[in-house]
């Protein structure tokens, strides 16, 4: 038995490697494919278009090669709405619901497309109707699993659903000018100089910059650079761990981070407490606010937080010490935080952090940019191998990353 | 003005070390060091014996050589009992609080020694006297910041309190035999070998095993081998993070894990759904003791877990999906958890994840055998550098590791 | 002023990638292009045809588009023969000559194709004209430009070359199966497993392996399992440093490697004298044959080699103790004697080297079946990112790795 | 039967962990030790002095704990005459030699002790005896084992041999300060800064500094800064091999390192093949100084080293391609160069590159100042663990480190 199903492609389908994407499925899958139309942009500008026939010998492989097309752009020609099941509780999907791409998406609901909003990856989508009579006000949105209301109607199956992953740009743009793999034998300052200059015009443009951030930058003695980064405007936000604010702190009252004077490089004994010590200052004080509002903290990265009203999200985890009360330690609470800043950016620049830039990075859509530094090779790949159409990713140390960025951004430029 | 304090060490004080390191501490702090007497074990079963007077030329520079010293396992002559302080509020510990290291502790209270109980870095003591007359059932322990109540007695000062940094064994033994450093270049099989003996003769001894697993584990396919380890009583207690107990159920459930299938290589397109469908169904279920009841899922390293009765700890973090409901969300409910099951364990393995590996390495003192393996050698170096006395690193794939090891413990002994 | 040239592709075109290199290559260097004809293969076998004007704004950027478009398989609707230059000098190349890419190539020379011999990249191509009526007899071959002699015949420019770029295969094969980037999270077993076929089948089919490998063979203890398979005969050539011969030998002459016993994970006192004595044993002997035959050297690696007649070639480098007899010292006829080995192979094995392994890899031609094996994920990516079609990463520790592709090979199958 | 021997130490041998490493020693090779005498330096100046007879049960076990024990520094208490016997043949030692570690070294020749000229480990020592009437004029040098010619007098044996480990510094010094094992959390700038007054001191006390250097200094757009350091006098000799001059060459030639344009971060095509050109180039020229003299090179690292007389040398390795008429092709003749360079240093950078710091640190006595940069934390500790007294390790990215050093170095100072 040969069932099939005709798709269509359209837009820059050949260059953005969407053709070869979507023959590669149906090979892969076992199916077979029959071109039934092909115009081809005559030139950079036009866009092409193809019709062709999906063919496999069961409904099953069928409908898992239509599942993977469409995730790649490739959309059924006879459109259907979507079909939409209740949530049968709290935080229960029903059985075949779809789940996202992190690719601009929209639903098929009562013979419109609804664009999807907060669009995320590995979520479900809820469509909300609008008035009865018209689906005006009807939306559509996603929604992590735990996030999910009995009662939800919920996008189930296949149909209805267009996926549009990012198309390469026409022109040559800064962003997503490292191609070729992630190395450490790139050009380091003229990448930095990139860098700036798009920091530069993303802030020229009024958009919102999210910095998330480890430790290693108080360490590597970066914090200077990046609370002057904050002070003069370049950070609308910041996600971190408690760690992060700990030792930036215990640089500002003890000279030290992680036990390490980070310009003398001595190792003061009793170094090694400092981080203790400025867990439960700053527990006695009430939190970060209050021990800046009384003089204990008078610099660094999370003093120029408080003084510049920069939205600051210090995420919890296992082997936190202390916490700090300003941490949020319950996962879905800090995940749902973050989200929120990962939805309001438009540039995320992450700054030596595997944990805090995986979670912000799940939440992003492939339409943000995102700036991506980190020493290890592996880490920086890890990052940018979740399709973002719009990265940058650099293999440096971020303790001279940071001052060479600073000085490009508020000096140079 | 010149202040002075002496201070003495005894034990196997010069081929373990302690001599240097005192030495060290007093010349770089600025201080000054004047031998008093020194008489060095003649032969290798005999203790050495040395007391000095430490000189500075400020009280301060003094009290942080002798806090130095003492952490060294280099005591005052003159002991005197531990200050002990009320804490001033729930979590607020006194100013001047004394912060552990992982090594065996003794405070003095009304002139006798109490060891500490729970020993574990960073941490405040807080003794618990005993009957009012004799300080019989007199205790201490020490407890991390946010466990601190108001009125506990907090150990303050340097006075009263004696570290035992441990010693280099007498004998060579299998523990403790990678000397010099972590690298790849090691023996591999000859060292899992050794593994396996230690492994072997701490339950023979009746001790417990603690593995700390990530999801490297699931996806390099050595899952079957610790099933297996757990299934044959191997594993007493597991700590991991939802992300493992996920991809483990979907090998289960999809036959995938990452939406890889790790026997055919092949990567069923649809495939990275599968993560997502296996937390809905888990969830649908009402957690994982709930799927294995049903028959949703029968095979991997949670379900021996279930069947065998193994403690297993899920610890959130802000990058899960999901979580699945046994999943602790709370990062602190969830470090006291695995602290519970750290100070259970008489070894523990680390494999593949350094997040939960720091976690646990936290709450463990550095008494404990430790088996830590990573591809990675600088988290093979980071999970060893917190002093463990007796510890193996070991810079390999976890993949072939694992099934080497089920193969020596459980074939070839 | 605008230039324009017309190119055509045919062949898997789309999926293979080909049609988006060739937009990209356009768009990127400036130029625009207009597609004339267009017919794609309607299934998957079939294959698809593109004729395209190219242009471009001045002569030399048209130039090196199409210089591009051609090394990625487009050529020219108007072939002509390919320019020769005699080369001015012993080593010297003419201006402008053609430097290969490392895919199947040809040369119009006299109205008709020649295949180029021993293909390879960044060489110079020589044409041997035939007898001077016909060019029966003519063909031509790559030289690198240290075997170029006066008076060779070099191409030059862009005309009369035909690069063909390997394609996507149309069935899935074993070897091709890492998509998707380099990682350590891979099932491991179960690609050991894939890789033993794979070396069986060429075996089976009467191929030749080449094994390159490094000292980190011996140092993990892996050398008995390499040894085995080149006495059963799975080792057809072997690639080393005299590094490598010289821990082999040490292990048969003093049990360890490197100065720690790769079985007791002994480090006898000494034992960093061990490499130095062996050195000094085999020039004593006259060189390793000499030294197996007077029974100096009885098991290893070398010692197989020697007993069954494998092709060993060890290059000296810099960093060489010795070096032993054996060793070539001089870097170009070392690179000579790999350059027969590769041309030779049918399959290579890349072990935990990067030195000898790119070596090699300069030499392969993309047809050429590569396995690369190494616990750095860094180098694992740097080798396979030379365009090899047929090539398998994986970044696993080689101690575990040998033995396991050992058992697969010697005696599951 | 039990064997002994009575040896000594002094010095400050227990700072330094002498006294520590030797009981290790006694006791790791199964042998005892009874401490005769033993007055410990009373503070940070006095020396101390150990005593003691070490004793075994075979005279085998003995030679090799005594082997090791002076291998440390401590030596026997009844100096005799180091045991010499002629090399049998061009390139062969004696049986029984004695290797040489990198430590300053004594031989004790007619009852004189003979400071071992041009130190450098894994070599052997021979001594040439000066007037036969008395030892006037008598010395001693370390001869690797491809120099050593037929007669030459070789020490056999472990007698009148005494090894003078490196002392921790009294005082804290600039280099030496980096305890604890290599990170990338460091401190950067300020250690950047720490290694710049570094070798501003090591030119103002007039000492010669090499650098040794890899291809991904020019990869990562640090040329300019290395070319000005060598330009302002800061370098005195050069080691690097074919890769980094041609690429240093191709980015003045084409503007490309490795086909990148280093500042636009353009990927010009056909750049790829820009190495090529510029060694046929080059070779057309017939060297480096000819191609500068000639006026087709005119910036760069080899354009500065030829302009200001800093001497250089291109090792030749298996991998080059061309190579250029500077490379020498024979690892012995290369080796050689270096250790000329090697032995003249008083200060060594190493950046980069793990073949040439490798095939230099081999020749380096343990008291040469070392620094060494690299991304890679392991190839750092790699080239640090070589027994240097003053060395400093840095995981960071060149392509930052040398714009922020010559900052330092030429500007801020």
Not at 31 to 41: K, L, N, T
Not at 138 to 147: F, G, H
Request: aromatic content about 4%.
């Amino acid at each position: 038995m040969t069932v099939s199903r005709v798709v269509e492609l359209e837009g820059h389908i050949i260059d953005s490697g969407m053709m070869q994407a979507c023959f590669g499925i149906v090979m892969d899958l076992g199916g077979a494919f029959d071109v039934e139309e092909f115009s081809v942009g005559r030139s950079k500008t036009e866009e092409s278009y193809c019709r062709m026939t999906v063919s496999a010998d069961s409904e099953a492989t069928l409908r898992s090669i239509v599942h993977e097309l469409h995730q790649h752009g490739a959309n059924p020609t006879d459109p259907k709405d979507a079909e939409l099941t209740p949530a049968p509780g709290d935080r229960e999907v029903p059985e075949g619901f779809y789940s996202t791409t992190n690719h601009p998406t929209e639903i098929r609901f009562e013979g419109e497309w609804l664009a999807v909003e907060r669009i995320e990856m590995d979520c479900a989508v809820v469509v909300h109707p609008g008035d009865d009579s018209s689906n005006d006000g009807s939306w559509a949105e996603t929604k992590v699993l735990n996030a999910v209301e009995a009662g939800d109607l919920v996008v189930t199956g296949e149909t209805g659903i267009r996926v549009h992953p990012p198309e390469r740009p026409r022109e040559r743009r800064a962003f997503g000018f490292m191609q070729g793999g992630v190395s450490a034998e790139r050009p380091s300052e003229s990448t930095i100089a990139r860098i700036a200059s798009e920091l530069q015009e993303v802030k020229d443009e009024g958009g919102k910059v999210l910095v998330v951030t480890g430790p290693a930058v108080i360490h590597t003695g970066a914090r200077e650079a990046l609370a002057e980064l904050v002070r003069e405007g370049y950070v609308d936000m910041l996600s971190a761990g408690n760690g992060f604010a700990v030792h930036d702190i215990e640089r500002d009252r003890y000279g030290t981070s992680l036990g390490m004077d980070t310009e003398t490089l001595d190792h003061p004994r009793k170094g090694h407490k400092h981080h203790i010590y400025t867990i439960s200052e700053v527990i006695r004080a009430g939190g970060i606010r209050a021990a800046v509002d009384e003089g204990l903290v008078g610099s660094g990265v999370m003093y120029e937080c408080v003084e510049n009203d920069v939205d600051y999200v210090l995420a919890g985890s296992i082997r936190d010490d202390g916490p700090l009360p300003d941490t949020i330690t319950d996962a879905i609470e800090a995940q749902n935080a973050l989200r929120e800043q990962a939805h309001e950016a438009d540039m995320v620049m992450m700054l030596s952090t595997l944990l805090h830039s995986v979670a912000v990075g799940n939440c992003l859509p492939s339409t943000t940019r995102v700036v991506c530094v980190d020493i290890n090779p592996a880490t920086v790949t890890q990052l940018l191998d979740r399709g973002s159409a719009q990265a940058v990713g650099m293999v440096t140390d971020v303790g001279t990353f940071l001052p060479t960025l600073a000085d490009y951004v508020l000096t140079r430029s």
